[in-house]
């Protein structure tokens, strides 16, 4: 599995978007970028996905580059129950690994009044 | 749909002595999960499972020993607890669907919290 690295941590304004980077490099062709966030001490939560086209859904967007060595997830409108540490991870799913990834310590983003 | 659940939710511990983790899920999923997730830090996989009766080692196995008799149900196993396993410890399941690479979300149970003395 290809590794992904985020800066440890980030603030945004309220009503503001919020844009958190990830790297990832070393992914390879078929492996997906998948997001989830963790609020307080809660379990993950599943974000949005991709592979290589740009993604949206009612909770964010996805942008990933052309290379695809690098993506940003975006909160439009962040607002204060935003505040949670957000996880990027790469994976592809087969049979015989049931997508087992590696979730890196994240970045924690703080959405500030 | 109770979704993922774990039990217990606490639990503390002598060192030495063992315990259960359950984790039930009642949305038909194959596939299943025990990360264990230290403070401060990001979750690290223990055993994984993609069908019942089947198990794998993840990147944290040691000391863990995993179970899956029944597709609903995947248990966690401390035979001898030591304060390093001191964590919080999450359950996850995913449908494995037919979409080869691109699989489905996991979703994940609300955390079990184990204290070694």
């Known amino acids: 599995d290809a590794k992904t690295t985020q800066p440890p941590s980030m603030d945004c304004a309220e009503g503001r978007a919020a844009n958190l980077p990830c790297n990832h490099s070393?992914?390879?062709?078929?492996?997906?970028v998948y997001w989830y966030r963790q609020i307080h001490s809660q379990g993950p939560q599943y974000i949005i996905h991709?592979?290589?086209n740009n993604e949206t859904n009612e909770m964010a967007s996805l942008i990933i580059t052309e290379d695809r060595k690098s993506s940003t997830l975006i909160l439009p409108h962040a607002t204060l129950r935003d505040t949670a540490v957000y996880y990027c991870?790469?994976?592809?799913?087969?049979?015989?690994?049931?997508?087992?990834?590696?979730f890196g310590d994240g970045t924690t983003l703080t959405v500030k009044p | 749909n109770a979704g993922v659940t774990q039990t217990p939710k606490f639990r503390v511990l002598k060192t030495g002595q063992s315990m259960t983790l359950l984790c039930a899920q009642d949305?038909?999923?194959?596939?299943m999960y025990w990360y264990r997730q230290d403070p401060g830090m990001g979750l690290r996989l223990i055993h994984y499972?993609?069908?019942?009766?089947?198990?794998a080692k993840g990147e944290v196995p040691d000391g863990y020993n995993v179970s899956r008799l029944k597709k609903q149900n995947f248990l966690l196993g401390l035979e001898s607890a030591a304060p390093s396993q001191t964590s919080v410890y999450f359950c996850?399941?995913?449908?494995?669907?037919?979409?080869?690479?691109?699989?489905?979300?996991?979703?994940f149970g609300p955390g079990t919290r184990l204290t070694v003395l």
């Open positions: 949305m038909n999923h194959e596939y």
């Open positions: 499972s993609v069908g019942e009766g089947t198990t």
């Open positions: 991709g592979l290589k």
């Open positions: 070393t992914i390879s062709g078929n492996e997906y």
């Open positions: 991870i790469v994976r592809v799913v087969r049979r015989t690994n049931a997508g087992k990834s590696t």
């Open positions: 996850a399941s995913s449908y494995s669907g037919t979409s080869g690479g691109e699989g489905y979300e996991q979703f």
